[in-house]
T-cell receptor
Framework: DQQVKQNSPSLSVQEGRISILNCDYTNSMFDYFLWYKKYPAEGPTFLISISSIKDKNEDGRFTVFLNKSAKHLSLHIVPSQPGDSAVYFC?????????????FGKGTLLTVNP | DGGITQSPKYLFRKEGQNVTLSCEQNLNHDAMYWYRQDPGQGLRLIYYSQIVNDFQKGDIAEGYSVSREKKESFPLTVTSAQKNPTAFYLCAIADRTSSDTIYFGEGSWLTVV
């Protein structure tokens, strides 16, 4: 029962263009969503998050969009750079309560070609 | 992220042996986590702890054990009962008082031969 789904295992884009990474979730209780970037043999690095009370959050080249009715979020990277090549994980959580944890998707490998 | 130390980075063990992975943090955060990464599987939660002397099973706790005797330490033991122990193990922390963002350590590679 996969509650967070990243249906595209990989994505390839040209340097300077937009990268769009998608994520779907099934648990309507999720109210906080995060994106992480991961290089091989390293721990994931937090990129950006969004609360369910918002539909957009922007930080530099990274923007996350949330569509609650569709249970869908996306990460936009503009412009894409070769250093953005990595695996990107979408994660979701339920805030509040004493048993806080993140549920992750399986990741999308982004390759940015020079 | 700074403040989280996992050791060792690489570890080889023979099948049937227990092995303990260390995770230490100096950020005074209450919540600590252990995740496992396998190719194509994303990150799966093994155990987590919200406070000292308390911990909960995650989605794949079988064959693992943890302890939380000190706030700064959350060691993970991979026992001989874990059927597929070879994986990349990630420790993480969260400061629930300021945000709900979880930050990860650098990870430990365990290879069982």
């Amino acid at each position: 029962d996969q509650q967070v789904k990243q249906n595209s295992p990989s994505l390839s884009v040209q340097e300077g263009r937009i990268s769009i990474l998608n994520c779907d979730y099934t648990n309507s209780m999720f109210d906080y969503f995060l994106w992480y970037k991961k290089y091989p043999a390293e721990g994931p690095t937090f990129l950006i998050s969004i609360s369910s009370i918002k539909d957009k959050n922007e930080d530099g080249r990274f923007t996350v969009f949330l569509n609650k009715s569709a249970k869908h979020l996306s990460l936009h990277i503009v412009p894409s750079q070769p250093g953005d090549s990595a695996v990107y994980f979408c994660a979701a959580s339920v805030r509040g309560g004493s048993n806080y944890k993140l549920t992750f998707g399986k990741g999308t490998l982004l390759t940015v070609n020079p | 992220d700074g403040g989280i130390t996992q050791s060792p980075k690489y570890l080889f063990r023979k099948e049937g042996q227990n092995v303990t992975l260390s995770c230490e943090q100096n950020l005074n955060h209450d919540a600590m986590y252990w995740y496992r990464q396998d190719p194509g599987q994303g990150l799966r939660l093994i155990y987590y702890s919200q406070i000292v002397n308390d911990f909960q099973k995650g989605d794949i706790a079988e064959g693992y054990s943890v302890s939380r005797e000190k706030k700064e330490s959350f060691p993970l033991t991979v026992t001989s009962a874990q059927k597929n122990p070879t994986a990349f193990y990630l420790c993480a922390i969260a400061d629930r008082t300021s945000s709900d963002t979880i930050y990860f350590g650098e990870g430990s590679w365990l290879t069982v031969v």
